[in-house]
């Protein structure tokens, strides 16, 4: 079995590092993923998909990604189970395991998994 998500786009909104409850960091993406074949317009539709940056990565991506900015994200989707108005639904998450800076002096990659050896 294999859990991965790829995906190349534009950031839409400010990035914010924030602090949860147990005083992990945490940045909250939202991407502008153009698809890559033409509607019945003949133009190109966007999906805006948002993605949870944890720890290291959100670190960085404070530091390297603005709105406007191209990057490059590679992850994992996690279901989440939620009540709303007594009805359970199943969505899902997507967790940034890889960061890929695609700016206009080259890129920058940053991976989740590297920083884990780093510190240990």
């Known amino acids: 079995m294999y859990n991965y998500f790829m995906l190349i786009g534009y950031v839409v909104n400010d990035i914010e590092l924030k602090e949860v409850a147990d005083g992990k960091k945490v940045v909250k993406l939202r991407l502008a993923v153009k698809r890559e074949f033409q509607n ?9 998909i948002n993605i949870s940056v944890w720890e290291y990565l959100a670190e960085h991506a404070v530091n390297y990604l603005k709105k406007g900015a191209r990057v490059a994200v590679k992850g994992r989707i996690c279901p989440k189970k939620e009540t709303k108005n007594d009805v359970s639904v199943i969505t899902n998450e997507l967790y940034a395991d890889r960061l890929i800076f695609l700016g206009e002096t080259g890129t920058k990659e940053f991976d989740a998994e590297a920083s884990k050896s780093k510190e240990e």
């Open 40 to 48: 019945m317009d003949g133009g190109y539709d966007t999906d805006f």
